[in-house]
């Protein structure tokens, strides 16, 4: 089975302080993604990364950084810690291959707060 | 960016009873998948369905698509309490990056004992 495995479940921060939040896969994928969820928003996708290195925006990207040193690792960095960011903060991995067809796993979550 | 839609937003039901939740779509699509989500935690992928395919079945769960429509539904039989969730249909875009997944908003089901 596919784990991914968030660094926190919760965490506490204030404003202005800088955030890491790490995300790991095991199952060798090539794709990862992080979203962050809202009520009423759905899942807003924020960067994704479909290799080592390589990085994209997503729809929400103001705000965030991200970082893939390694295919197994993918990291959300806040820079600057805002209120508007308090949020439930979600890792997934998908593979392309064929047969994979862009199923996603996805982490427990880490549930943010900004004070 | 373009996302799908899910209705109902919320629904009730009692124990043993059927769940239907419909899932709209705006693109031509690769499939549709189907998410579930227990409260407060990371989703679980339920079932993928091709775009030339019209029906799967997995367990209690059958899912419909209708292309020409631009529509599918998730059909829960006999539910149980445990099925208590919210569910999400994801789209997998033709064009474009179709690593992205395009995702709804979202149904809340309550299964009442």
């Known amino acids: 089975d596919v784990k991914v495995t968030q660094s926190s479940r919760y965490l506490v921060k204030r404003t202005g302080e800088k955030v890491f939040l790490e995300c790991v896969q095991d199952?060798?994928?090539?794709?990862m993604f992080w979203y962050r969820q809202d009520p009423g928003l759905g899942l807003r996708l924020i960067y994704f990364s479909y290799d080592v290195k390589m990085k994209e925006k997503g729809d929400i990207p103001e705000g965030y950084s991200v970082s893939r040193e390694k295919k197994e690792r993918f990291s959300l960095i806040l820079e600057s810690a805002s209120t508007n960011q308090t949020s439930m903060y979600l890792c997934a991995s998908s593979s392309s291959g064929t047969g994979r067809e862009d199923t996603q796993y996805f982490g427990p979550g880490t549930r943010l707060t900004v004070l | 960016s373009q996302q799908g839609e899910e209705d109902p937003q919320a629904l009730s039901i009692q124990e043993g009873e059927n769940a239907t939740m419909n899932c709209s779509y705006k693109?031509?699509?690769?499939?549709l998948q189907w998410y579930r989500q227990n409260s407060g935690r990371g989703l679980v992928h339920l079932i993928l369905i091709r775009s030339n395919e019209r029906e799967k079945h997995s367990g209690r769960l059958r899912v419909t698509l209708d292309t020409s429509k631009k529509s599918s539904s998730l059909l829960i039989t006999a539910s149980r309490a445990a099925d208590t969730a919210s569910y999400f249909c994801?789209?997998?875009?033709?064009?474009?990056?179709?690593?992205?997944?395009?995702w709804g908003l979202g149904t809340s089901l309550a299964v009442n004992p």
């Open positions: 693109t031509s699509i690769n499939n």
């Open positions: 199952m060798d994928h090539e794709n």
């Open positions: 994801a789209t997998v875009p033709r064009a474009g990056n179709n690593r992205k997944l395009i």
